[in-house]
Every structure is written in C-alpha cells, then in structure tokens.
C-alpha cells in the first residue's frame, strides 16, 4: 500500500469544467505539495501547504490535517492545464532530511 | 536561467555502460536531492546532500550508484554497470536553508539498450 494515494489516477474533462484531485496520506506531516509535471517536462510546484487552504488564480488547494486529505481544486479548466498531478508530503518526523514521499500522479487531459 | 539545471538531457547507453549525471542548484541553496522516476509512478527519494555532506541513501541506491557534492554546489551521480532496470528520468531538486520547499531540475532521462 502506498503511503500516498491520490484519485482518480486518469481524469478527462470538457474545458470550463470545475476538476477535483485528492489526495490521502498514513502518518503525520509537516507539509503537503501540489506539483505538476508537463509530459517530457521537469517538475513545477504548485502549492505548499501545512493547513487550511491556499489559492493561486485558478487553482485551489485545501488541506485537512485530522483526516489527513488534501484537495486540489481546478476552476474553469482550459486544455493547457493537460498535464500529470502529483501529491507529495513531507513527514513529520523524517529528520532533517525533509524528503518528498510521492503520490502516483493523477493524469488530467482537458479537452476543447 | 537562475533555476536548477541537469546535464544530460537525454542519455542512452548500452547494457553494461557507466554513466554520469550532473545536477547545478539554484545558488545558496544548501539542501540537494536526487530522486527517480519510471513510467508511469510518482518519484522516488534516492538521496540527499545538505552542503557537501550525504546524509540519508535510500535502499534504492545499489552499491552502482554513487553520488558527490565534492563542494556543496554541483552534485553528480553515476550508475555503473548500467541494467535496463536503471531506465528512468533522474530528478534533481534543490532547497534553501530553513525552507521546505523544494525546486526541481528539467531532469535526466536514461535509456538503457
């Protein structure tokens, strides 16, 4: 069992439409990403997060600490945010070290 | 471009080969992270440099691989006698002091014929 799930794993949307990606993790964190990952491309991040919610113009993150589940949200969605969506953590107690654990990735095709 | 940067690109080597990749951080940024993509899965943690020094390996990381950051800037890491198991994109991040975000190379992908 990973120890970062995220769902759905494939998602296609018709553009304009509002999209959900969750995330669920096993233990205690100390931060949670949002990073997307362009097919070939490197990785960019998106959204850190330790509580509560962050918005960066159409894109939300949320964060529930006690269910230990995370949201990103995508509000009118165009074809460019086509891409894969990964969900890492950061573990609480992980030492100095701070290294990312990774979800599978979510693949989001929007189409026109 | 002040981000981080990887060389090669792009490597496909034969069976058996060694190989080298370098990863340049953002500058001042003391913390360094190699990590390992294969089709279709999210990365996995290989190791970790905070300056010069290498502090965590992950089991991944067979007595073929090894890395360096002789001066706490560049890192390189090699793979020797290269299986078409080692096939996947190598990631590089960096981080600043004090900070837990991370920031990501374009990566290296490696074709083992």
């Known amino acids: 069992k990973n120890e970062v799930e995220q769902s759905p794993q494939n998602l296609t949307a018709q553009e304009g439409e509002f999209i959900t990606i969750n995330c669920s993790y096993s233990?205690?964190?100390?931060?949670l990403h949002w990073l997307q990952q362009h097919p070939g491309g490197g990785i960019v991040s998106l959204f850190m997060?330790?509580?509560g919610k962050k918005k960066h113009g159409r894109l939300i993150a949320t964060i529930n600490i006690q269910e230990k589940h995370s949201s990103l949200h995508i509000t009118a969605s165009h074809p460019r945010d086509s891409a894969v969506y990964i969900c890492?953590?950061?573990?609480?107690?992980?030492?100095?070290?701070?290294?990312?654990?990774f979800g599978t990735g979510t693949l989001l095709a929007v189409q026109p | 471009d002040t981000g981080v940067s990887q060389d090669p690109r792009h490597k496909i080597t034969k069976r058996g080969q060694n190989v080298t990749f370098r990863c340049d951080p953002i500058?001042?940024?003391?913390?360094l992270y190699w990590y390992r993509q294969t089709l279709g899965q999210g990365p996995e943690f290989l190791t970790y440099?905070?300056?010069?020094?290498?502090?965590?390996k992950s089991r991944l990381l067979s007595d073929r691989f090894s890395a360096e950051r002789p001066k706490g800037s560049f890192s390189t890491l090699e793979i020797q006698r290269t299986e078409q198991g080692d096939s996947a994109m190598y990631l590089c991040?960096?981080?600043?002091?004090?900070?837990?975000?991370?920031?990501f190379g374009p990566g290296t992908r490696l074709t083992v014929l």
């Open positions: 991040a960096s981080s600043p002091p004090l900070s837990n975000e991370q920031f």
């Open positions: 233990v205690g964190i100390s931060a």
């Open positions: 997060l330790s509580s």
């Open positions: 890492a953590v950061q573990w609480e107690y992980g030492g100095a070290t701070n290294k990312l654990i």
């Open positions: 500058s001042e940024h003391n913390r």
């Open positions: 440099f905070q300056n010069e020094a290498q502090l965590e």
